[in-house]
């Protein structure tokens, strides 16, 4: 029995996931451990330090961020897989080769920039972060120092994360984010108290080292051999010539990054944890309904390529579904941002000036979620027509957007933090518009505003939603009829309404919990409720899925042409 169970084990690590749907799946699943485990890392942060301490730490990633993304995120990971994985099938001793090199020429680039970026990393805060003063540009510049040496190790993790992944293998890369993310919980649990934000910033390096350690054996098993040799041939030419767009696209990117450490600085010291805090929290509704839905859609564009009609059919059908599902999440998030933002940092030294500025940021970000999300399939309809250079360009101008609103939210308006956020989704949504427009006239020869009418639907059901979720929440509140806090406590015939028997104290976690899942319960009840009061199509998909999943315990057959690998743009899977 136990020799039985440790064989199925071993299988299910060491073998090639052959379809979409396990492929899928694991992501999928991995996703969402890698997202809730990223909650927990920050929950146990904000335990340990307060925003301020956390906003040094955070700022610390920015310049070691910087260089891995553009170097492997920009150069290696989103050029290296597509080459590996063609010349994996004519000659495997190349392709082995030419993971070795690469790994050799990330290492020697990455180590000459960290070099130079370490030592010119005081001066580079000082442009970056200039509202910080010279003591905390001081810590910062040490953890950065610290969180460098950790990196080196990514740049190595990364490639054999594309090396198993050109391989089949989905599962051992998806779990290696889980890994780091514990090494950071660790390093703060067991090191903060004595070294402060050394503490975590060694849990960087731990989790960093464990994201490596678990995916070199598979590697080695499967026959990447590690060489001091770099061979410049053809296959690392075009690994260069592929990832110059996705290059350029990053470096815009990380300085859109720069550009909200530096007003954030400028607002406060805590308004970098503030933003920080609230990014983590929206970034999990896009990542399960945004990336894993754009992940699986891209091996069906692809083949429907040549097909403009079914093309769009496809795209369409899977946009709509996209924001069916996501839609009604940016208006829980709206609404119950102040509970969820508790539920998730309310530690006894995150004050109540620190939840509703994070709940701010929550609500300003949960405005963009949908263009997030929407964006990240629209770029993938143009990738499965290989067409790379104008999602590229699109990006690049929406970078630059944003980087304007800042300055206009922070500067001229004089927003608190949350105003980077808003200027985020506005650029989200240019984003996603434009790409939209474009697809459409490219693929169908015109822009038609009416095949929008459901996505018109799903913003009208979530809209109910949000206003009979904000009823529900500040009705059962006590806090609101004793503070007088809403307009329910403002209405004269309320005063004398005896709410202690009907109300939740939710001065404690236990009531605060149970009136956030029911009114969030609520909230999704009616959307479906107006979804089919309006004959939104996409609730019938829904429920036929639900009924699948459910009821017959099946997720559906796949077509034999379908029984393909899902090789996802390297990083994704991690984030």
Not at 21 to 37: F, G, P, T
Not at 254 to 267: D, G, V
Not at 282 to 310: C, M, N, W, Y
Request: aromatic share 14%.
């Amino acid at each position: 029995m136990v020799k039985r169970l440790f064989e199925k084990g071993k299988k299910l690590f060491l073998s090639p996931q052959g379809s979409i749907l396990s492929a899928a799946m694991i992501i999928m699943l991995m996703i969402i451990a890698s997202r809730v485990l990223g909650l927990v890392r920050q929950r146990v942060l904000a335990h340990f330090f307060t925003a301020s301490e956390l906003s040094l730490f955070f700022a610390a990633f920015r310049l070691p961020d910087t260089v891995f993304e553009v170097l492997v995120f920009g150069t290696f990971s989103s050029a290296f897989i597509p080459v590996f994985t063609r010349l994996i099938k004519k000659d495997e001793k190349d392709a082995w080769r030419l993971a070795s090199s690469v790994v050799n020429i990330g290492l020697l680039v990455f180590t000459i920039l960290a070099i130079v970026v370490s030592f010119a990393a005081k001066d580079l805060y000082q442009i970056f972060a200039p509202g910080y003063s010279l003591l905390e540009r001081e810590k910062i510049v040490f953890l950065t120092r610290i969180l460098f040496l950790a990196q080196g190790f990514f740049v190595v993790s990364y490639v054999l994360t594309g090396v198993l992944e050109s391989m089949k293998r989905f599962l051992i890369p998806a779990l290696a984010p889980i890994f780091y993310n514990l090494g950071i919980i660790l390093g703060a649990c067991f090191l903060s108290e004595k070294m402060l934000l050394t503490g975590p910033a060694i849990g960087v390096f731990i989790g960093a080292l464990s994201h490596f350690l678990i995916q070199l054996p598979l590697a080695v098993k499967l026959g990447f051999r590690f060489k001091p040799k770099i061979e410049i041939d053809e296959d690392v030419k075009k690994i260069g010539r592929l990832a110059l767009p996705r290059v350029i696209e990053v470096s815009f990117t990380q300085l859109s990054k720069m550009t909200e450490l530096y007003f954030a600085s400028l607002i406060q010291t805590a308004s970098y944890a503030y933003y920080t805090f609230g990014n983590t929290l929206q970034l999990l509704p896009v990542g399960l309904f945004g990336i894993s839905i754009a992940k699986a859609s891209l091996p069906t564009l692809s083949a429907l390529a040549e097909k403009k009609e079914d093309f769009l059919r496809v795209l369409r059908k899977t946009l709509f579904e996209m924001t069916f599902l996501i839609t009604p999440f940016a208006a829980l998030l709206i609404v119950l941002r102040i509970p969820v933002v508790r539920l998730v940092y309310g530690t006894d030294i995150f004050t109540w000036e620190s939840t509703v500025q994070t709940g701010m940021v929550v609500s300003a970000f949960s405005l963009g979620i949908i263009f997030q999300a929407t964006s990240a399939l629209l770029a993938r309809g143009f990738y499965a027509i290989h067409d790379t250079k104008t999602p590229v360009i699109v990006s690049i101008v929406t970078i630059l957007i944003s980087i304007f609103l800042d300055w206009l939210f922070i500067r001229i308006l004089g927003t608190p933090v949350w105003g980077l956020a808003m200027a985020f989704s506005i650029g989200s949504m240019f984003q996603s518009i434009v790409l939209y427009f474009l697809i459409m006239r490219r693929m169908a020869g015109a822009f038609v505003w009416g095949g929008l009418v459901p996505f018109g639907k799903h913003i009208l059901s979530s809209s109910v939603a949000g206003l009979v979720m904000f009823f529900f929440l500040k009705f059962f509140d006590r806090s609101v009829w004793v503070k007088r806090l809403s307009f329910l406590g403002q209405i004269e015939i309320t005063k004398n309404i005896p709410f202690q028997r009907f109300v939740l104290d939710t001065r404690y976690t236990v009531n605060l919990l149970i009136l956030t899942v029911i009114v969030g319960v609520i909230g999704i009840i009616i959307y479906l409720e107006v979804s089919i009061l309006l004959r939104t199509k996409e609730v019938n998909t829904f429920f036929s899925l639900a009924k699948k999943i459910f009821v017959k315990r099946e997720v559906g057959h796949i077509p034999e042409r379908e029984k393909e690998s899902i090789i996802p743009p390297a990083g994704e899977t991690n984030n």
